[in-house]
């Protein structure tokens, strides 16, 4: 039986005045064969707010013209409908922690999902109820329908809340229909608009976007999925071209081809990924626009017929094709230029009898200020908190008050537009070695204090029936009102998580909002320097960057921006200063010898293990920067009293300290003042894993994470003794033409088997990792003489998969 018992829930949680203690009772496992676990959690507390429902189904009544919500606050005091008492929310990580906040704020209790690694995760931990739905694999787990309409019927769940929250299946009309049929509310868009509009496929949407007056993109958008078609259609449109999933999302089963060579194993690579992400395999291939910007409109609407704008997002800078900062409203655009933008999405809604939250997105010409739609998604996307920061609304509360049967809290001319919000996502992964995902436990997290569980209120503008549609939305942002900076914190794992190889490697949304977009960006950037993680590589050195690149300053954002201003955002990796190194060899000089605080003066109990050698403690320590090509560099250090240090750094010039007063204030912080300049830095550090030979790799080496007062990451390395370094080559020297797993990852193919002929480069082995395909390509020339690995398999960090015997 999987293990439930759980620490407390999370701080972030209990922060809020919203939230009760819920102590947690386990049940018997369940013997069905569709969920093995389940655990019940009760509050002794009455919880408020809670109305029973009778399961029902959103029926969207006819309606002869759809139009801006204009009538809305006239309705709501008499008609209002109670909400659901219990909902379901098919969905893991930071979304489904979000959507039972709000839940609890409420007063409605949830019931989570998890596969078999998911069982300590926080969503888990936070939900009433939990039921375990299969392994880890997304298609036996997350995707499983029967499984998770199984838990709706056992738990009694009135309601799948999927699009509320995004992945999985949270644009499966086919999901819909199913729930339909069950008699169970699915919080979203009705089947028909998800097949409309959630379809990448132009053919599909292409007559919505003509009523709409919306030019698409050119390509590509057909049933038949033979891969000579599309290979000779990528021909006509033209290269780059670009495929694209086409129930996908999030970068996920996106490729940009910019050959015909390259075309075929890139398909091939797209619809696997797509196919384990999504549960289809289908593609689209279009033009691709090499430099635009990506601008989206959040759109809602009700089951009465009214649908709103609630303002852009600009979400231009992205990697791999998926998004990593956004920001809303969208700078530099005109009241004219946001009018036109909401008024065609709104349109793109109202023509399919849209229902409930929606995002437009559109292709936009920074030159021209021309615009094409993309796509819409049918769902609440990741980036939906800067959203609900420039207007102060609670959009997962929106989407549960229209489930309900309820008209839209505001009318258009009622929804404020105020300050401007930054939407950071923090990920396991290496921007240097392109942005490759990683993988592990989370050994250290220390994140800044939010300010806010939602977004601070902001009070509602007039309600106005004489505004014309188009005037309601002709605005420019509100910078004129004051507003204090603030601050949330979207996670879904806390410290000591682990961070697996089956699903995105997002760790957490950093968002922040402000005045106006310069005080936003120094809060973002005040919140990244205090945002510090071991354990697994990260992206927050690189947020950093590029929060504080001139050029995003001045708004000049468009999705090439990452390739455009390389150099500025990976600038060369400066060698650490004999200042840090001294600090470094301080931190392991303490830890091993801390300082004995006692009143009473005995040698006893003042002097450590040197004791007997003299009473002077002296030690050289050897560190280097986190680069295997680098020379480590000797630290002398000498005691002269307790907490006080003379100090000589051997480098090429070397450097002398004296008088230095160091402490460990705990066990990860270091207190010193050195050459008169008193500072606390944060320092951990993190030990190789025990599977790894020693060498003069500096993943085989214990490594002190320093992080400076100012936020500046900087990895430094302790290199093993040379007796372990002599065992370490021997083990390594046997197998040069290895390839080792970078990660923990799935192996999706093997393309070599014993005796085959491969050529340097050539691919080899193909492995995932959440849900992103890495190719191994081998590194010599010369004849494969061991395969230890096959497809399914999953494999740890450092293990051998193949070996190639190089020609001699």
Known sequence: MIPTNRAAT????????????????LLAPDVSSSTKYARTFQTKASVTGAMVCQPRMLVQPAVSRRRFATAVQNTLSSERKPHFDKILIANRGEIACRVIRTAKKLGIKTVAVYSEVDANSLHVLEADEAYCIGPAPSAESYLRMDKIIDVCRRSGAQVADVPVSYGFLS??????????????????????????????RSRDVQPFCTAAGVPCVPGYHGVNQDVDLLFEEAGKIGYPVLIKAIHGGGGKGMRVVSSASQFKDALASAQRESLKSFGDADVLVEKYIERPRHIEVQVFADTLGNAVSLWERDCSVQRRNQKIIEEAPAPGLSPDLRADLSAKAVAAAKAVNYVGAGTVEFIFDNDTEKFYFMEMNTRLQVEHPVTEM??????????????????????????????HAFEARIYAENPRNDFLPDSGPLLYLDTPKPTHIFAPPIPSL???DLCSELDSVKRSPDTSTHVAPSMRLEQGFTQGAQIGVFYDPMIAKLVVHGRDRSSALRALRRALEEYKVVGVSTN?????????????INGEVETGFIKKHYDDLFPAVESPS????????????LREHPIQSTSLSTPWATLTSRRFGGDVYE??????????????????????????????????????????SARLVSPTRLSTTLNGFSTEMTIVSQRPPPSHPASRATNTMERLHVFSASGTKTTLAIPPPAYLLSLGQDVLTSSKGALRAPMPSLVVEVKV????????????????????????RAEVAGVVDAVACAKGEMVEEGRELVNIKEDE
């Open 10 to 25: 999370s701080s972030l949680l209990r922060s809020s005045t919203h939230v009760h203690s819920i102590p947690r009772a």
């Open 171 to 200: 644009e499966n009309a086919k999901f819909a229909e199913r729930l339909a049929e069950e008699g169970i509310v699915f919080i979203g868009p009705p089947s028909s608009a998800i097949v409309s509009m959630g379809s990448k």
């Open 390 to 419: 420039i207007t102060g609304l609670d959009l997962v509360e929106w989407q549960l008050e229209v489930a309900a049967g309820n008209p839209l809290p505001l009318s258009q001319t009622q929804i404020p537009l105020v300050g």
């Open 462 to 464: 007039p309600h106005n």
């Open 540 to 552: 927050v050195e690189f947020l950093r960057m590029l929060a504080g690149n001139d050029a995003f």
């Open 578 to 589: 004999p200042e840090l190194l001294a600090q470094g060899a301080l931190f392991v000089a």
């Open 619 to 660: 030690r050289t320590i050897s560190i280097q920067p986190d680069d295997a090509t680098a020379d480590a560099t000797r630290v002398s250090l000498k005691s002269t009293s307790p907490g006080h240090f003379d100090m000589v750094v051997h480098s090429a010039t070397p450097k002398t300290f004296t008088g230095v």
């Open 753 to 776: 088997s014993i005796g085959d002929r491969v050529e340097k480069g050539q691919p080899v082995v193909v492995l995932e990792s959440m849900k992103t395909e890495t190719v191994l």
